[in-house]
């Protein structure tokens, strides 16, 4: 009788286990890959200042229908973008692979540390630009960061 109670407990726990890789595996992931420069210069004109990463997306769920994306100065810790990035799917698979490539456009408005500085008015010649290294970021709608690439901020203007 007791063998059978432990064998009942040892099945079950096995189960569970199963059961838990298994709804554990099927959570939305994402992989990201920097795409083109990792090193950004301000002297650069407005379109070459595109910092782009190729993004995996595994086990997407089209009811989550959104992630975030965030860029972090890595020295100061500052959040200087918070957006959301719509995934667009006519599929209604609940386990959908696909690709995608995130793109974050660096601009005067995020990295300029006057505090006078006002995007309407101002230009990238009257900012004190944050330079350094830079995090992006991407997340699931739920908040948890899933993945990250990092790349630099110059400015050889000085």
């Not at 096995?14 to 002297?43: K, P, R, V, W, Y």
């Not at 957006?83 to 601009?107: G, P, R």
């Not at 006078?116 to 944050?130: E, K």
Request: overall charge negative; hydrophobic content about 35%; some cysteine.
């Amino acid at each position: 009788m007791k063998s059978r109670a432990y064998s009942l407990i040892a099945v079950f726990a096995l189960a569970t286990i199963s059961f838990t890789m298994a709804h554990a595996s099927s959570q939305t992931q994402i992989s990201l890959t920097s795409f083109g420069n990792t090193e950004i210069d301000l002297a650069w004109s407005e379109g070459d200042r595109i910092v782009k990463s190729w993004s995996e997306f595994s086990n997407f769920n089209p009811s989550d229908g959104s992630f975030a994306i965030t860029i972090i100065q890595s020295e100061t810790g500052k959040i200087v973008s918070d957006n959301s990035v719509q995934v667009i799917t006519t599929s209604k698979n609940s386990e959908i692979d696909f690709n995608s490539l995130v793109m974050y456009m660096v601009n005067a408005e995020d990295i300029c540390q006057n505090e006078d500085f006002d995007v309407n008015t101002s230009t990238l010649a009257n900012c004190n630009p944050l330079t350094g290294q830079y995090e992006m970021q991407v997340s699931t709608n739920d908040g948890s960061v899933v993945d990250s690439t990092t790349f630099t901020i110059v400015d050889s203007r000085v």
